[in-house]
């Protein structure tokens, strides 16, 4: 009887151990030592039984959610995934466990990975950040992050919880509402400008016409040719100032000549003020982009010279133009007395780099900006030469 136990018991962990929780080992009627190990086993396996539904349940659900769903270590490498993560990156589950999380990332110079451990240190609970992950297939789909730490029942850490939402087709909705404003915005602008031109510019004209006749008169009063020149003065500011609302409002040489007609009548307008050295570059024979690429390089090159003005003691401006097969690159730079870049993402009314952003999201680019305290100011774009629906 003994040695049948024994092997009862042997054959009770051999089942345990190939997951087959449901087998009992018989207890006789003995109630010795050996019985009370078999009866300690049995309630091993309704334990084991327990622990394993609540296994499977755990990962049925942890594989049902719709969103990204990885497990990372202290130094961001892959502990577990949820079948979202495969199915919409395109990997396997071999290829990324005990891979870093960053390889997942559209950027691969990103420091995400460092901002999810910085804020989450102390009593912060979780950490929330949009960026961007990039499928086996090399396509970017754009994510919401939310981080939080992991830690067991006795309240060690046990690494990040990393859920992503794919906000992708939200992007794209925001890229058109994006471009239907600018759109608008230089419609309207452009009408604005045509319609000063065209009425009011031209009013002015025929009244300085006007003025001029008064001249043929003689008149005794020296006082009346003082009034008649002042006059004429003032009409002549006006027209001038008329122009250049124009220009700024909708430059008609950026409609009929292109960018860099553009940009060299606005170069040439900042060389007359004899405040500011500039260097102009572009590629030779620069080509013509479709018109909205144009009006918007056009205003992020206007912007950063109208902060230049205002904000900077810079005295020398570098505006390089240069085509690429696909792509357009815009860069940027000045010499004045530059910005600290941490103390500039917490103010909120910035105004001038929330327009470059929006303008650069709205068309597919990319930017960077760089600046120093006592270093000055550099801005790099870059905008696809087409747009994606061409």
């Not at 550099?378 to 061409?390: G, I, Y």
Request: proline share 1%; with cysteine; hydrophobic share 35%.
């Amino acid at each position: 009887m003994e040695k049948s136990q024994i092997d009862e018991i042997s054959d009770l962990l051999l089942s345990y151990s190939a997951g087959d929780y449901h087998v009992k080992g018989e207890i006789s009627g003995n109630f010795d030592d050996i019985d009370m190990i078999i009866s300690g086993i049995n309630m091993l396996g309704e334990e084991l039984r327990s622990t394993n539904v609540s296994k499977e349940y755990f990962s049925s659900i942890f594989n049902a959610v719709t969103d990204l769903v990885m497990i990372a270590d202290e130094n961001g490498y892959l502990i577990d995934i949820n079948q979202s993560v495969l199915s919409l990156l395109g990997y396997n589950e071999e290829e990324l466990l005990k891979n870093s999380f960053l390889n997942l990332l559209a950027d691969p110079k990103s420091s995400l990975f460092k901002k999810v451990k910085r804020n989450l240190k102390g009593k912060n609970k979780n950490f929330v950040v949009e960026s961007e992950l990039i499928t086996k297939s090399k396509k970017v789909v754009f994510g919401l992050f939310t981080c939080s730490k992991i830690f067991d029942r006795n309240g060690e850490f046990k690494g990040y919880l990393i859920s992503v939402k794919d906000i992708t087709a939200q992007k794209e909705n925001e890229k058109l509402i994006l471009k239907t404003i600018i759109s608008t915005q230089g419609a309207e602008q452009r009408r604005v400008a045509d319609d000063l031109h065209d009425s009011l510019g031209q009013e002015l004209s025929m009244a300085q016409l006007m003025l001029s006749n008064f001249s043929r008169f003689e008149v005794a009063d020296k006082e009346y040719y003082n009034l008649l020149e002042l006059c004429n003065e003032i009409l002549e500011n006006s027209i001038t100032h008329l122009r250049e609302i124009c220009f700024d409002l909708m430059p008609n040489v950026l409609v009929k000549g292109g960018l860099e007609q553009a940009v060299e009548t606005l170069v040439g307008k900042l060389e007359s003020a004899d405040k500011i050295e500039i260097d102009f570059v572009s590629t030779e024979n620069f080509p013509r982009l479709f018109s909205e690429l144009e009006i918007v390089i056009y205003r992020i090159i206007q912007e950063f010279i109208n902060n230049m003005i205002k904000h900077s003691t810079a005295n020398k401006l570098n505006i390089h133009l240069i085509e690429h097969d696909d792509k357009v690159e815009i860069t940027l730079s000045e010499n004045g007395q530059g910005f600290d870049l941490v103390k500039l993402e917490n103010v909120g009314d910035n105004r001038g780099i929330s327009n470059v952003r929006t303008k650069v999201l709205a068309y597919n680019g990319e930017y960077k900006l760089k600046s120093e305290p006592g270093k000055g100011t550099e801005l790099w774009v870059e905008f696809p030469k087409k747009e994606k629906d061409e």
